[in-house]
C-alpha cells in the first residue's frame, strides 16, 4: 500500500501566519482509512510533559499535526491537493534537504534552520499510490538534541551534520 | 502478507500457568478473613464515609479528568512521532538504496 | 455463582491480555490473580457468567494500563531504533508471530490495549469503545495508526533481509 506521507514543521510564531490544515482535508475525501492528531497550546504542553522528556528537547514545540490518510487503490487523490503546502513551505524559507523521486513515490524533507544551528521546524513529504500522510512539527530544536530524540520516536538522520541531500534531489 | 490475519495468529490467547487457579483459591481463603460484611460495619462510621467521599468526588473527577486528557494528549504525540520516524526510516533507506544502485 | 468455574473459564482471557500487555510473565500473573481477587470480592453482585467476563476484561484491561504508567513502560526507543533480528529461522511463522508480538507490546499503552482486543479478544470497535471508555473513531485511529506502523516496520525489515 502506498502512502503520502506530508510532514511539516514549525515556524517562529513571528515569521508567518499558520498554515490551515483544513486545506489537507480534501486529500482524504476518498480515503478507506484516516489519522488525525492536532496537539497545540495546552493540550501539546501537557502531551509533552507527561512525555518524560529529559532531554527537554520537546519543550519548545508548538505544533504537531499528523493528517494521513489510506486509500483502496491508487489515483483516489489528487497531487494538486498538495501545492498549497508546497508553495506555503516555499514562502517560508524552508530549506529542501532531502528530494526523492521514483516512479509512483516522492519523498522530500524541508528544514527550517534558526541561527545558532537551531531547527524551526521540520517538513516531511511523501507521497505514494495509495496512501497520504501529513505531519507538522512545529518548535525550535537543538541541532544536537535531534539525536536524542530517538528514545521519544524521532530518528537520527544526520540533520545535526547540516544535512545531506541525496544524489537524486532535485531543486525546485 | 495479511497483517490482521498474522496479527490474529501471534496475539493468540496465551495459556494460563497450570497452577494459576490453584494460587487464585489459595488467595481467596486469606481474603475471606480480611473481609467485613458491610452490615457489621457501624452505620455511623458509613454515613461519615460517604459524605467524606461526596465531598472529595467533584475535584477527585476533576483531577482524573485532568490527568486522562492528558494521557490521551502524551499517547497522540507518541504516535505522531511514531509515525514520523516510521516515514524518515523510509525516506532514509530509499536514498541509501539509490545511493547503492548508482555505485 | 460457582467461583472455581469462573476462574477456569477466564484465566486464559485475563492472563493472556495482561502478559501480552506488559510482557512480564511474573507481573502479569500477579495482577490477573488480583484482579480474580477483586472479582471474588464482589461476587454477590455478579449476575452471569457472561457478566463475570465482562468484568474481568474491563479490570484486567484498566489495570494493565494502570500498571503500565506506573512502570513507565512506554517505550524508551521507537520501534525502528530496536536491532532488526539478523539470523535466519528455519521456522519463519514463529519468528514472525514474535515480532509482531514484539511490536504490539511496543505501542503506546492505549494502542496496545486496542489491538490485544481487537486481535486477541477478537472485539469490534465498539465493544473496545465501551470497554476502554473512548470515543469509536478514537479506537479506529488507534488501530489504522498502529497496523501502519507496524506495516511500515516489517516492510523496511524485508527490505533488509
Not at chain 1, 16 to 23: A, E, G, S, V
Not at chain 2, 38 to 46: E, G, N, T, V
Not at chain 3, 5 to 23: C, G, P
Not at chain 3, 50 to 72: F, N, P
Request: glycine content about 4%; some cysteine.
Amino acid at each position: 500500500m502506498k502512502t503520502a506521507l506530508i510532514l511539516f514543521a514549525a515556524i517562529p510564531a513571528f515569521a508567518q501566519q499558520n498554515f490551515d490544515f483544513k486545506l489537507l482535508d480534501k486529500l482524504g475525501a476518498n480515503a478507506t482509512g484516516s489519522t488525525n492528531i492536532t496537539l497545540e497550546g495546552d493540550t501539546l504542553k501537557l502531551a509533552t510533559s507527561f512525555l518524560g522528556d529529559d532531554t527537554g528537547s520537546l519543550k519548545n514545540l508548538t505544533g504537531v499535526y499528523v493528517r494521513s490518510y489510506e486509500f483502496a487503490k491508487a489515483g483516489q487523490y489528487n497531487e494538486a491537493d498538495l501545492a498549497p503546502l508546497r508553495a506555503y513551505l516555499k514562502t517560508l524559507q524552508w530549506t529542501k534537504v532531502v528530494d526523492v523521486k521514483e516512479t509512483d513515490e516522492t519523498s522530500e524533507i524541508y528544514v527550517h534552520v534558526l541561527p545558532n544551528n537551531r531547527l524551526g521546524g521540520l517538513a516531511i513529504v511523501s507521497a505514494e499510490a495509495k496512501e497520504v500522510t501529513v505531519v507538522f512539527i512545529a518548535g525550535a530544536l537543538n541541532m544536537s538534541d535531534v539525536g536524542k530524540l530517538s528514545g521519544l520516536g524521532i530518528p537520527d538522520i544526520g540533520l545535526e551534520h547540516g544535512g545531506k541531500k541525496s544524489d537524486d534531489s532535485k531543486k525546485d | 502478507m495479511n497483517l490482521d490475519d498474522e496479527l490474529r495468529a501471534a496475539l493468540q490467547r496465551e495459556p494460563a500457568p497450570v497452577d494459576f487457579a490453584a494460587k487464585v483459591t489459595a488467595k481467596t481463603r486469606t481474603s475471606k478473613a480480611r473481609v467485613v460484611p458491610f452490615r457489621r460495619r457501624p452505620a455511623a462510621l458509613a454515613l461519615a464515609a460517604a459524605l467524606a467521599l461526596a465531598a472529595l468526588v467533584p475535584s477527585a473527577v476533576y483531577q482524573y479528568r485532568q490527568q486522562r486528557r492528558a494521557i490521551q494528549a502524551r499517547d497522540q504525540l507518541i504516535a505522531a512521532l511514531s509515525i514520523t520516524k516510521v516515514q524518515l526510516q523510509h525516506v532514509r533507506e530509499r536514498i541509501q538504496q539509490n545511493t547503492r544502485h548508482k555505485i | 455463582m460457582d467461583f472455581a468455574q469462573v476462574v477456569a473459564d477466564n484465566q486464559s482471557m485475563v492472563f493472556s491480555l495482561a502478559v501480552r500487555f506488559l510482557r512480564d510473565r511474573e507481573g502479569a500473573e500477579e495482577l490477573a490473580q488480583d484482579v480474580f481477587l477483586q472479582l471474588y470480592e464482589k461476587l454477590s453482585r455478579i449476575e452471569s457468567p457472561s457478566h463475570a467476563t465482562g468484568w474481568l476484561r474491563r479490570a484486567i484491561c484498566h489495570r494493565c494500563i494502570d500498571e503500565a504508567r506506573k512502570r513507565r513502560l512506554r517505550p524508551r526507543v521507537g520501534l525502528d531504533a530496536v536491532p532488526e533480528p539478523l539470523a535466519e529461522s528455519r521456522h519463519p511463522d514463529l519468528l514472525l508471530n514474535e515480532r509482531l508480538r514484539r511490536m504490539v507490546a511496543e505501542l503506546p499503552e492505549s494502542a496496545r490495549m486496542v489491538v490485544l482486543l481487537r486481535y486477541q479478544e477478537d472485539l469490534d470497535p465498539t465493544d473496545i469503545a465501551g470497554l476502554l471508555s473512548m470515543p469509536i473513531s478514537t479506537v479506529k485511529s488507534h488501530l489504522h495508526r498502529s497496523l501502519a506502523v507496524m506495516r511500515g516496520r516489517l516492510e523496511r525489515q524485508e527490505i533488509c533481509r
